[in-house]
Each structure stands twice: as C-alpha cells, then as structure tokens.
C-alpha cells in the first residue's frame, strides 16, 4: 500500500512535469522515423524487423527510465524519501511506476511497429504475448535497480546505457530469439526453455535487487 | 508519555581523509531540547544527518530507544520529524498535495485536522491549495515545519531551523519547538545565538576534533 502510494505521488508528479513522458515519446518518434528513412522503399527481412523492435525498445529504456531516481536526486527530493519511507518501500513504487512506463512504452512501439512494417508478421500471437510480458517486467526491474545506482554518479547519461548493456544483454538476447519463434509460428511448448530462461531472469532481477537495494540507497 | 533516547557511542566521521569530529559519546532524551554548534564545516549538519540515519558515521554507532525498546534502523522514519535548508519538497505540488503523499507513503492516514492547524499556526493555511514552486523560500522553510511535525514524531531533528524566516516566523517557530519539547526529544543544529539559547545542553563541535 505504501509502495503504491508512491507509485501515485510518482505518477501525478510525471503527469505535471512530462519528466519521462516526454522523453520517451521523442525518442519513439525519432528512432522510428530514423529506420523508416534508412529503410526507404527495400524490402526487410522479418527476423530484421523483429531485432529493430528490441533494439527501439532497449535504447527507449535508457532514455526514459532513469527518471525514476535521477529526477528525484536532481531536484533534491532524495533525502526526503529517506525520511518517509524504508528502503523496500521506494523500490517498490519506483518499479510499479517504471512497470507502467515500460508497457505503456512498448505497446505504443510494438503497435508503431505493426502498423509502419509490413515484414512485421507475428504467426504465434500467444508466444509474443508471453515473451512481451516477462520482457516487460525484466526490463523495469534491471531498469529501476541501474537507475538507482546511476542516480548518484556525475555522469548520469552515459553510465546508464554503458551499465544497462551487459545486464540487459541476456534479456534482449532471449526476447529476439522468442520473437523469431513468434514470426515462424512456433508453439509455445516448443519454446520452453526460451521462456524458462525470461522468467529466471526476472526473478534473479527482482531478488538481487531486493537484496542490494539496501546498500545502494544508504549513503 | 513517551520515552525517547538516542545515544552516541564513540562516533567519528571521515570524509575521504579529512576528519570531521572524533570520539563523540553523548545521550539525548526526551523532554529537553539539546544544541549542536560549532563554525562552518565542523560537521553540525553532518552529525544531525547520521543522528537521522541518512548518512553513516565512518566508526561508533547511534542507537534509537523507543520507551527503552531499540528502535529498527528500518522503521526509524516513523520516529524522525527532520527541518534543514538542504531537505526539499516537491515543487510540483501543493502544500496540502505534499503533506497528503507524505502522510499515504508513511502508510498513515491523512489527519486534516492537524495539517490545518499546523499550516494555521505556520501562517499558510491561505496558501495550502498554490503550488510549492510559487512559494518564497521562508514559506518553504515553514512548510519544512509542517512536513517534519505532521506524523507526530518523537525525535524532532531541526539544522538551522530560522534560516530564511522572518522575525515573526522564527518567534513561531521557537513557540512550536518549546511546545514539542514539552513531550519529544528535540535536536537543534545552528549557530544562532537565539536558536542555542533554546537548548538545555550543547555540544560544541569544535571540541571533537584532533590534529592529523
């Protein structure tokens, strides 16, 4: 209860301020506008339009989801959450508020990518679901914990992509090779260990997190 | 009543190699209001913040006894009303929105009553529905009050609390700090001769130093 009041103090605060909204959807439109530009009248594989999709995806993350925690270091408002709730409870709200953003991010994506590819031909709807669901909440959870240790560097913009790469590497390496099992119509037994795979990682993820979250926030 | 004590036990600071204070052993309770003073940079605001569990001491350690029974590390901001010139809110709301989050994060429902009668007694309850962004920086410096007193804490922890106030304020806010002080363990961090005066004891900061 109290990591949702969190989240809602965070989502009105976002709503006011366009702090990350804003941001994403730029980023969304350029990076998409920038393929469709290079791409020209050729012809794409579907494989390719399935790796540009996790590739949209991952660098939106990193220009949106940092927000949790560097907007709050930024105008000072750190130590005041220090003072109103415990540790658990503010990664928590931060990763309920970057969950929201990052389906939200990537069902705008995914629809923009369905409606501008034609390549973009998912045969096994249930599979992609599955695989955008936990993709999902991998995404939020390694987000929020990087964002949390980046909000205290200088150097803030070009340490969280550097960061995020190796522990989102396995992630978006799965997801592409789901995706592809998608676009050739696999079933989803068949993609089992694919799927085992994203699941481990986001309970890994949410348990390490959890775990140093701790050491992270105290100063 | 409620019995709240803070000990420090044999505290020392370092910031990289340079040494903020040395050796501090001191007990605080409830009922009194105690002083910490010294010149800029003798680690005043360091010493509240380590007090608060915001930041670490590099050695020693700060226990919390709630009615004689340690306070969790975890659970110590119930406990904790914190004012100082460097705690900021958020701008975007307005007061009443502020202190309304504030009180639904510390999973404690909204008094009203008490919101209202210390943004009242802090002269803003005329302003409580403006944005904090259009507030001046002695109208931020009392909303600081509302936000640290609201939850009834039993440890009130103030770093230059007069700071940006006007005389009117600060004869205020030395009104509501006796008050507190009637029942909680007040802290007061400042090198104000009128904010010092308030306090029963004072530890000079100074005196906790040693030669590198």
């Known amino acids: ?219 | 009543m409620i019995n709240y004590t803070v000990e420090l036990n044999n505290l020392i600071k370092y910031f990289g190699r340079r040494l903020i204070f040395d050796g501090i052993n001191f007990s605080f309770s409830s009922q009194h209001i105690y002083g910490i003073s010294g010149p800029n940079g003798s680690g005043k605001s360091t010493l509240v913040k380590i007090i608060a569990n915001l930041i670490s001491p590099t050695r020693g350690k700060v226990i919390h006894k709630n009615n004689l029974k340690e306070v969790e590390s975890i659970k110590l901001h119930n406990h904790i009303g914190f004012v100082s010139p460097y705690l900021f809110l958020y701008d975007e709301f307005t007061a009443e929105e502020n202190l309304l989050h504030f009180s639904n994060i510390r999973g404690i429902s909204f008094d009203k009553e008490r919101s209202d009668y210390l943004l009242n007694e802090l002269k803003l309850i005329d302003r409580k529905n403006d944005l904090v962004r259009g507030y001046s920086s002695g109208m931020k410096q009392r909303l600081k009050f509302i936000f640290a007193l609201l939850h009834q804490p039993s440890l009130i922890i103030l770093d230059e609390p007069t700071s940006n106030l006007d005389n009117l304020g600060k004869e205020k806010v030395y009104e509501l700090i006796k008050k507190e002080a009637e029942n909680n363990l007040v802290i007061i961090a400042s090198n104000e001769d009128s904010d010092i005066a308030l306090c029963s004891q004072v530890i000079e900061l100074e005196k906790f130093k040693r030669a590198n």
């Open chain 1, 1 to 219: 209860m109290k990591a949702y009041s969190l989240f809602k103090k965070d989502w009105q605060s976002e709503l006011r301020t366009r702090y990350a909204i804003n941001a994403l959807a730029m980023f969304i439109l350029v990076t998409i506008s920038v393929i469709m530009f290079s791409i020209g009248s050729e012809k794409i594989s579907e494989y390719l339009t399935g790796g540009l999709l996790w590739v949209v995806i991952f660098f939106s993350a990193m220009s949106g989801l940092s927000r949790a925690f560097v907007s709050e270091e930024e105008r000072g408002t750190t130590m005041t959450l220090h003072l109103i709730a415990a540790p658990s409870t503010i990664f928590s709200g931060k990763l309920i508020f970057n969950l929201l953003l990052v389906f939200l991010m990537n069902f705008v994506i995914t629809f923009l990518f369905s409606i501008l590819f034609n390549s973009f031909i998912i045969k096994n709807f249930t599979l992609f679901a599955i695989a955008f669901l936990f993709g999902n909440i991998g995404i939020a959870i390694s987000s929020t914990i990087i964002a949390a240790i980046i909000s205290k560097a200088s150097s803030k913009g070009t340490l969280y992509p550097v960061l995020s790469f190796p522990i989102l590497l396995p992630l978006i390496l799965t997801l592409l090779e789901l995706t592809k099992f998608a676009m050739d119509g696999n079933s989803v037994s068949s993609s089992f260990v694919e799927i085992a795979v994203l699941v481990c990682y986001d309970v890994i993820m949410l348990t390490a997190s959890y775990l140093l979250f701790d050491f992270i926030w105290e100063e």
